[in-house]
């Protein structure tokens, strides 16, 4: 970030005489509507005209009633809902000159020179090109008359910036594209639901996904349940695939499993450039049967599994209780349909901000830029270099470099493809370690502590390490609930809610003796702490116990899991995606319900305790008037601003309103107070009602951020205690009392990173449990201000073009 040259320019000023336009073209993905509705509203607020082109390219080269005013009404009830309501089609016509010097004459006459494009690289790509050409387009124009020599001087220079919509995640030079994640929801959800009917049956499902050239929701997807293969066209499986899948699955038979699943990418391909089709999986899996049956006997031979060594008896049987009965399943455009997930809305929201100041503080030679996530933070790239890097990922695959297309895919991508491998692939070390690593959950439940827990075991017992489950938290620690936890045991905990090992609040601070006596007892050599913020504080509690216990002395980290977001250390927290969702279905409900009924405002109380992540985030994916948090305080002065804003609003054609509240954001403004003071100053105009949301936040199952953050967390943490151990070994034994042997891991703007308890004790207001600093603040105003609030939006720090390779180099998770 850098200083404005203009710092005092006048944010609601900058766009005055400025007219944009707003299209999406390509495929449509879930999110788009968001971008759409936050360039409209920004660029309104800052006093520029936005227009709407209907139909993409080819409304742009049709003209007429396909380019149309926005106003700030049209884009009501937009983020809820899927696809784009403007409209996207593929346009041969703007493929060639005369259809691009249409275009360039269309948007002429409407004195538009700022466009913004959402869409793929097709799309991206093209409007570069439209810019490029555009001033030779308007010569053109004024020769044959179509335009004058003063409209062409006016519309001079044309302004691109580029959203990227894509479920595929292809695009690089962005972790994530608008439409991905709820791609990842649609698919999620087909898988919970196959898991349980192939589980019954014993089955082997085969799930197709899109992706015609990215294996990105094949890959996140096999993660995020498990799978027992995966197929993406980035890195094509081994010329022998059908025997060593035939022996993973038969491996996994072996260990207790009752299913099979293999995800393939539509793209998938093998080492000689073949497609590698579900049917060709299904036919591969049938004719080596047989062979299955072979090794599935030397694998019960070996692991001791002689019972099922009797189903060999009768071909059929062998197949009935192996379980290949192979389904396959092919998703298709259902993975583009439903509701956007409330990532895709902020991420739409926060690209459509973004987008807007790019176009307004561009000059004749800023080049154009796409607006891309990198971490938490929105950066723009330049458009071109981006599009040559994807094309680079497409070379490299053809030219049989598949490590290279891994590594240009960027560093998300390439840590998925690792943990992944690390996870399926690698059998146990046949030589153990003799190190014990315990697994405890600590606080309130919730969705992804199951993840998390899963890859540690797995990744310790890869590592050759004794993976101990430790029961109810510091209780059972002190009390002795501790028990060895296999592979097999934690089998399918990737997509269960709750806590599979039990947590309670309780911290450590009064049971140290007995919590030292058991880890002497258990011969524990290192903990895994996965909870929220008690987690943190019972950390500490250890390290500060470890003068008198030496027991304590053992390496130990801290994985934050909480509704709340809250844990120091880290801008996202295990739980916190999937209560974020849970809280924008609700509201969805809730403003449908509002909208029907007319004139009714709606205060609706999150979790969180001080913290305001839940009431912000949930206030900006769910279109909110207000979120009242602690962390921004508020007196009754602001509350009388929001009541005659909701006033105002209801004189529109939008009279509904949303009110979210933090639990804790006021001791004395009640979720009743607020209630009581809008039903009273709105009698005549408007009615209220309130709902509570209480634990139905903490529950359910896991989105898929949740589930693939959780497994990166775990494995990681496991990989970093194995190194600390060695660091450790001291004289026989292991002794670790330095404060970067106890440490958070957390995700900090683009990188995951291990930070001492120690030094975030300085950084964390202990009486509110909450972090001294919180990133989601600044985007704060982005909230307001797409509700209609006349506030100020601060330009005194704005994003400065980056480069593809710094920024790629930046991206460690």
């Not at 192996?322 to 259902?334: E, Y």
């Not at 921004?632 to 939008?654: A, C, R």
Request: with cysteine.
């Amino acid at each position: 970030m850098s200083e404005d040259l203009h710092p005092t320019a006048d944010p609601t000023k900058m766009g005055l005489g400025r007219s944009i336009a707003v299209l999406t073209s390509g495929g449509d993905a879930q999110g788009m509507n968001a971008a759409v509705r936050a360039t409209v509203r920004v660029g309104l607020y800052t006093g520029a005209k936005v227009y709407f082109v209907h139909e993409g390219y080819q409304g742009l080269v049709d003209g007429g009633d396909h380019i149309r005013p926005a106003t700030w009404e049209s884009v009501s009830m937009m983020l809820q809902l899927g696809g784009t309501v403007i409209g996207s089609a593929r346009c041969k016509d703007f493929r060639n000159r005369e259809g691009r010097m249409k275009a360039a004459g269309n948007l002429v006459k409407l004195g538009i020179t700022n466009l913004c494009v959402i869409g793929g690289d097709g799309s991206l790509t093209g409007a570069n090109q439209f810019r490029t050409e555009w001033s030779g387009l308007l010569s053109d124009l004024v020769k044959a008359g179509k335009i004058t020599e003063k409209e062409a001087k006016t519309s001079s220079h044309l302004n691109i910036v580029g959203m990227v919509g894509s479920i595929d995640n292809d695009f690089c030079g962005t972790d994530m594209t608008i439409g991905t994640d709820s791609a990842l929801h649609r698919i999620i959800e087909v898988v919970d639901a196959i898991t349980t009917t192939a589980q019954s049956h014993q089955r082997t499902f085969i799930l197709e996904v899109m992706g015609r050239h990215c294996g990105y929701l094949a890959l996140v997807t096999a993660l995020s349940c498990g799978a027992d293969w995966v197929f993406i066209p980035e890195m094509p499986p081994n010329e022998d695939w059908e025997n060593h899948l035939c022996r993973r699955l038969a491996d996994q038979r072996a260990r207790g499993s009752r299913l099979n699943v293999i995800i393939v990418a539509e793209g998938a391909v093998s080492r000689d450039g073949m497609p590698i089709t579900s049917d060709q999986i299904k036919k591969a899996s049938h004719f080596f049967q047989c062979q299955c049956s072979k090794v599935l006997i030397q694998v019960a031979q070996t692991t001791g599994h002689t019972n099922i060594i009797a189903g060999f008896i009768f071909p059929q049987l062998v197949t009935d209780r192996l379980g290949f009965d192979t389904r396959i399943t092919v998703l298709g455009h259902v993975q583009r349909g439903g509701t956007p997930s409330a990532f895709d809305r902020i991420l739409g929201s926060r690209m459509g901000v973004e987008a807007v100041m790019a176009l307004l503080e561009a000059n004749p030679d800023t080049p154009a830029c796409v607006v891309s996530l990198s971490g938490n933070q929105a950066v723009r790239l330049p458009l071109m270099e981006c599009v040559q890097v994807t094309k680079d990922v497409t070379a490299a695959m053809a030219e049989g470099r598949f490590e290279d297309a891994i590594k240009l895919r960027g560093k998300s991508f390439e840590n998925n493809w690792n943990t992944y491998k690390l996870l399926a692939h690698i059998n146990p070390p046949d030589v153990k370690s003799n190190i014990n690593v315990a697994i405890m959950n600590i606080g309130a439940p919730c969705a992804g502590m199951n993840a998390a827990v899963r890859s540690a075991v797995r990744m310790g017992i890869i590592q050759g390490h004794s993976m101990l489950a430790v029961h109810d938290g510091f209780d059972g620690l002190a009390h002795g609930q501790v028990e060895p936890i296999t592979w097999t045991s934690v089998t399918g905990w990737t997509g269960k809610g709750g806590s599979m090992l039990g947590t309670k609040r309780t911290l450590p601070g009064k049971l140290l003796e007995e919590i030292s006596q058991n880890i002497a007892k258990f011969n524990i050599h290192a903990l895994v702490i996965i909870g929220g913020f008690e987690a943190f504080v019972g950390g500490l509690e250890l390290v500060q116990a470890r003068e008198k216990y030496e027991e304590l002395c053992i390496p130990m980290v801290v994985i934050p899991a909480t509704v709340s977001n809250n844990v120091p250390g880290s801008d996202f927290s295990i739980g916190a995606d999937t209560a974020l969702n849970t809280i924008t279905a609700t509201c969805d409900r809730i403003k449908q319900s509002a909208a029907g009924t007319k004139r009714r405002v709606f205060i609706v109380e999150t979790m969180g305790g001080y913290c305001g992540y839940l009431a912000t985030m949930a206030g900006l994916a769910a279109g909110a008037d207000a979120a009242y948090i602690y962390e921004e305080k508020f007196s009754i002065k602001d509350l009388e601003v929001n009541v005659d804003h909701l006033l105002q609003k209801m004189k529109t054609t939008v009279k509904r309103g949303l009110i979210l509240r933090n639990e804790n954001s006021n001791a004395n403004y009640t979720t009743d107070f607020i209630f009581n003071l809008y039903s009273e100053e709105g009698k005549g105009v408007f009615d209220c009602r309130k709902n509570v949301l209480g634990h139905m936040q903490q529950g359910g199952t896991p989105t898929p951020f949740d589930r693939n953050f959780g497994t990166k967390m775990g494995a990681k943490t496991v990989l970093w205690l194995t190194e600390k151990l060695k660091e450790c070994y001291r004289h026989g034994r292991i002794f670790a009392n330095t404060p970067d042997s106890a440490c958070v891991l957390g995700m900090r703007k683009r990188s995951l990173h291990f930070q001492p308890l120690s030094e975030l004790k300085e950084e964390t207001d202990l009486e509110h449990r909450i972090p001294k600093t919180q990133w989601w603040l600044k985007i704060r105003p982005i909230m307001k201000i797409l509700a209609k609030y006349d506030i100020k939006l601060d330009t005194s720090e704005h994003t400065d073009m980056e480069h593809v390779t710094q920024k790629r180099s930046h991206l460690g998770k």
